[in-house]
């Protein structure tokens, strides 16, 4: 009998020590197992990639004793403006500046960017060789405007856009057309919040989409001014299937990683695990916006989706006139005020729109001739990170990958400031493997003030900081201790590489 418990109680034991121990079911640890693996086995991939893409070369910067390159992040508020300059073989340094704009909500804003164009002029001695314009939102392009005066100074040997503003461009035509009817709709429902007093409701749309007056027309003409500097010839439209631009005279190349130049990529800008295609954005509002609203911002609207026939109707503005109105609705608390209900989602519409323009973000990446790499990715989300994975240019020696590029990436501009969906995991962060040195244009006082979210997400700040082991900087504070390598100054932290 004794032998029998005995047997029984060791089947039992085994039994139970084939079960996890925290509490989940075998398929969710193997699951998890399996996840971990994947991420593990992607590191290793593209670590192997890197360190086989080309063979290492000796920069100008280390045949002469100069930096390999300097990187100059404006501290001037929400908004990018990165000036860089790298060794030529001989001749004066070549000059890249990307973006120079400022959130509408930024305290002194222009005041501010006019101090950071005053800098560049002298920095630069009044040229750059390119001026990169990464997408249409006023963070970015505000400064074009803002010290136009001072901007005209400056010369400029060519201008680089996304395929996305290519005239020629279908599908570039077909986006283009798409956000200018979104545009409409949000500045539609703006304007119907101001008409029903609702101040409050407008300011949050207008904040969410980064725009500044109706319809974005004050960051359309930012950009505008930022490319008619091309002259009289067109802008340079970037795709990510073109070759690496090598300057003339350089030993570096740059490559282009996005926008990708799929719309379906374009339109996702949000992560989910079950479904990545659940956040698609719907331009046309279907989706997001309540029955009838479309209509009605449209003015496309018809009888069928108002609930009340001619008859039993009082226009908004008679109806102040009118005395029980006046004493029962319009000089009564506001919360029993119904006006702009029928506005619905507006709000999260704006968002999305907002989100779609980040997506259509140029990203750049220069290889250094010893094959670092600094990545510049704009407000860049979630599709345009996807697409880099399949990118491959070149074979043999000179063949490159998005994976790769992303492996030996030294330097990283952290995206759209350090938001939740604009730096990837799996496919970003964990493939740089090389990191040293990451810094997030932000300035969290004023995300907040305009629904930005968490900018910076502490969670991505922190895994930032343990990958660089803590040369991570954020524009908007000043690091307690010295880093290497970091000159630290009131309107930028300038980068030596």
């Not at 084939?18 to 991939?45: E, F, I, L, Q």
């Not at 593209?46 to 063979?55: F, L, R």
């Not at 990683?257 to 719309?263: N, S």
């Not at 990715?377 to 994976?403: C, F, I, K, M, Y």
């Amino acid at each position: 009998m004794a032998k029998k418990t005995a047997k029984k109680t060791a089947k039992r034991t085994a039994k139970h020590a084939k079960r996890p121990t925290d509490g989940k079911s075998a398929s969710a640890t193997k699951s998890g197992a399996t996840k971990k693996t994947s991420v593990a086995k992607k590191r290793t991939a593209a670590k192997k990639t890197a360190s086989s893409e080309g063979t290492r070369r000796k920069t100008t910067a280390e045949r002469t004793g100069d930096p390999r390159a300097l990187i100059r992040v404006y501290r001037h508020g929400l908004g990018d403006c990165i000036l860089i300059r790298i060794p030529r073989k001989n001749g004066p340094m070549f000059k890249l500046l990307i973006d120079c704009g400022v959130a509408v909500a930024q305290k002194d804003g222009a005041e501010k960017m006019r101090d950071v164009m005053k800098d560049i002029l002298s920095v630069t001695k009044g040229s750059v060789d390119v001026l990169a314009v990464t997408h249409e939102h006023w963070d970015h392009v505000s400064g074009f405007q803002q010290a136009e005066e001072l901007f005209a100074g400056l010369a400029v040997g060519q201008v680089w856009v996304a395929w996305t503003e290519d005239p020629r461009d279908e599908l570039a035509k077909k986006l283009r057309k798409e956000r200018a009817q979104a545009l409409q709709l949000v500045s539609a429902s703006v304007d119907a919040f101001k008409a029903a007093g609702n101040e409050a409701g407008a300011d949050s749309v207008l904040a969410l989409t980064g725009m500044f007056g109706a319809a974005g027309e004050k960051t359309k003409a930012a950009f505008d001014i930022a490319k008619a500097k091309a002259g009289s010839g067109d802008p340079v439209y970037l795709h990510p299937n073109d070759p690496p631009i090598v300057p003339k005279g350089c030993d570096f190349r740059v490559f282009v990683l996005g926008p990708p130049h799929d719309e379906k990529a374009i339109k996702h800008f949000n992560p989910s695990k079950k479904n990545p295609e659940t956040y698609e954005l719907a331009l046309d509002g279907s989706g997001v916006l309540p029955l009838g609203v479309i209509g009605a911002l449209s003015g496309d609207g018809d009888g069928d989706v108002i609930p009340f026939p001619p008859s039993s109707r009082i226009p908004l503005s008679m109806s102040e006139g009118h005395r029980f109105f006046r004493k029962a609705y319009w000089t009564g608390a506001d919360w029993r005020r119904i006006d702009t209900d029928w506005l619905g989602n507006t709000d999260e519409f704006a968002l999305m729109l907002q989100s779609a323009t980040n997506n259509t973000s140029l990203v750049l990446a220069i290889e250094l001739a010893d094959g670092d790499v600094l990545l510049f990715a704009a407000d860049a989300q979630v599709g345009n990170w996807h697409s880099w994975q399949t990118l491959e240019w070149g074979t043999g020696a000179e063949r490159r990958t998005g994976p790769g590029l992303l492996g030996r990436t030294i330097f990283y501009k952290v995206g759209h400031h350090g938001s939740h969906n604009a730096t990837m995991k799996e496919e970003g962060l964990e493939l740089m493997t090389a990191l040293k040195t990451a810094i997030i244009p932000v300035d969290e006082v004023v995300a907040k003030k305009m629904r930005w979210g968490a900018m910076p997400l502490s969670s991505l700040v922190a895994a930032l900081s343990d990958r660089t082991q803590a040369r991570t900087l954020r524009t908007d504070k000043t690091p307690e201790a010295t880093i290497a390598g970091v000159q630290v100054d009131d309107l930028y932290f300038e980068l030596t590489v």
